[in-house]
């Protein structure tokens, strides 16, 4: 059971710990390796993944979007989200998939938080709030809306998934008027005090929050949402969840709820 992460950079990536603590978990003789592949060379990369070095990759930046047109069939969600974070070689062929989505809706699902009937608001315009945005509104969230720190990529993303593009001066009231808000920009990655929000934005404690980044473990926005007394959920969540819907794909093995808690533990136990 050989499988890797592939980006570049992949040094700071947490997958192969993550992975290493579920094989562990599953009593899976599971190889886990961190592959650092420039883009021009993955196309040879893929190749020999074809060949079987590999039975499957999670895909990191910048290669999301370059390998679901390197890939030789692509599931319907990765098509949607228009990038892929998942390989699966099966008798030399590359199947791309997208489990971004349903790992966030599983992280929000297993903090008590339903995104049904919700009005969400995503912040970001990357691959990331495109997964986010795509499951979202595929789980029957009520209203969507999605801030950028670039308008126009904002506007762009709203187009494709029926969401509404906040502009920056409505954004402290738009903030009142939502139930979920998915953090998923960069802002706060291994800055300890950024903020995604804006000055003036102030967070009601009906809401609950999902940050996806997970370096630092507790953001500013998380810590933010506590001391508001919202729901605060952090990225390594997301990051499990996502990791357990790889596995699932690449070994048909679905885990155990407590699987997830166990893994969680270990990671937040690892970035302390
Ligand atoms: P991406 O495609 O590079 O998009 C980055 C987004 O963040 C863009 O919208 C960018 O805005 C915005 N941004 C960057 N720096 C910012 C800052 N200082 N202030 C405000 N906005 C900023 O990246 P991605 O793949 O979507 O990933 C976004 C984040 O989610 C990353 O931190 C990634 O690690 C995390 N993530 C976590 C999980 C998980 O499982 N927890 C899964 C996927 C991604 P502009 O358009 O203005 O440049």
């Known amino acids: 059971m050989r499988y890797a992460v592939v980006g570049d950079p992949v040094a700071h990536s947490a ?9 562990r978990e ?8 961190a592959e650092q592949v420039t883009a021009a060379e993955l196309p040879g990369f893929l190749e020999r993944v074809r060949a079987g070095a590999y039975q499957g990759l999670s895909v990191t930046l910048p ?31 590359l199947e791309a998939d997208n489990t971004d989505g349903v790992g966030l809706l599983r992280a929000l699902a297993s903090q008590g938080v339903n ?17 986010a945005l795509q499951a979202t ?10 801030f950028n720190r670039t308008p126009e990529r904002a506007e762009r993303l709203a187009a494709a998934f029926g969401a509404v593009a906040v502009p920056l001066a409505e954004l402290p009231r738009l903030l009142q008027d939502v139930d979920v808000l998915v953090q998923a920009s960069a802002a706060g990655l291994s800055r300890p005090t950024e903020t995604p929000l804006p000055e003036g934005c102030v967070l009601h404690p ?13 953001t500013q926005l998380l810590r933010d949402a506590r001391a508001s007394g919202a729901r605060a959920v952090d990225g390594l969540w997301m990051l ?10 690449w070994t048909g093995i679905e885990a155990a709820p407590g699987v997830a808690i166990a893994l969680h533990a270990a990671l937040q136990q690892e970035a302390a």
């Open 115 to 131: 995104v049904e009937g919700a009005r969400v608001l995503v912040l970001g315009a990357g691959g990331a709030a495109r997964a």
């Open 63 to 93: 290669h999301k979007e370059t390998v679901l047109h390197l890939a030789d069939t692509a599931s319907v969600v990765a098509r949607a989200v228009g990038a892929a974070n998942t390989l699966v070689q099966r008798e030399g062929r």
């Open 206 to 218: 009906r809401l609950s929050v999902l940050d996806m980044v997970y370096q630092p473990l507790q």
């Open 240 to 249: 499990v969840h996502q990791a357990l819907a790889q596995c699932q794909l």
């Open 15 to 23: 997958s192969p710990s993550l992975f290493l603590a579920l094989g």
């Open 26 to 33: 599953l009593g899976l003789p599971l190889e886990y390796r």
């Open 137 to 146: 509104r595929d789980a029957g969230a009520r209203a969507l809306y999605v």
